[in-house]
């Protein structure tokens, strides 16, 4: 994706951060033929080995994406924030010379790297484990995976084929604002902060 420099994000930290936060992303596989976007739940991690992190998602057995992978297609994953439509009317500067548009403010990540098929059940098993763990631990009564018969998601388990990635490149944009004088920013982040859950998370981006 095109970014331009003053909405571009360089902290690698902060951009793992975001993935873990809006976690649940869309995988683009592009070949020759045809280009397949899913919507999957990630699980990310990083360590020693790989710095900049690792992606873990699945999808269904039946899907024939994970086919077109194994024979060399390109991997896009991409994660959203919050976003929000910026109304003129919040610009103090419209009042002074009328030259404003509406925008739209936005956080996105896009993610590369190496891709791999996984059909292991051990692996398979883990990784569903992680991804439960992660999404159940705020809860007062957590489910875990091993709850359920373990003929029943064993049989589940050969329904679904893994897809991990090795993240080589982290592209990273916060579009919120920075391209305006300071009066338009306070203008902005007060005019999206009583709106909806989007908008009020969108309105925290905004210094």
């Excluded at 095109?2 to 873990?20: G, T």
């Excluded at 992606?55 to 924030?81: D, M, T, Y």
């Excluded at 359920?148 to 990635?165: W, Y």
């Amino acid at each position: 994706m095109l970014v331009p420099s003053h909405f571009r994000e360089e902290d690698q930290e902060k951009l793992q951060q975001y993935i873990r936060e809006y976690s649940f992303g869309v995988l683009v596989v592009a070949d020759g033929d045809s280009v397949d976007a899913n919507h999957v739940p990630f699980h990310f991690s990083a360590s020693e080995e790989h710095p900049l992190g690792m992606l873990k998602c699945h999808v269904a057995r039946v899907n024939p994406v994970w086919k077109k992978i194994e024979k060399g297609a390109s991997v896009l994953a991409i994660f959203q924030g919050p976003n929000a439509y910026v109304s003129p009317s919040w610009y103090e500067t419209k009042a002074e010379t009328g030259r404003v548009v509406p925008t739209w403010n936005y956080l996105a990540v896009h993610v590369q790297g190496q891709v791999s098929i996984i059909q292991e059940h051990d692996w398979l098993k883990e990784h569903l484990n992680q991804l439960t763990d992660v999404h159940e631990s705020g809860r007062e009564n957590p489910w875990a995976v091993d709850d359920a018969p373990a003929e029943f998601t064993s049989r589940l388990v050969k329904a679904i084929v893994g897809i991990e990635i090795h993240i080589e490149n982290l592209t990273g944009q916060v579009k919120a604002s920075q391209n305006h004088p300071e009066r338009n920013r306070t203008g902005v982040k007060a005019g999206l902060a009583n709106g909806t859950a989007s908008e009020s998370a969108m309105s925290e981006f905004i210094g």
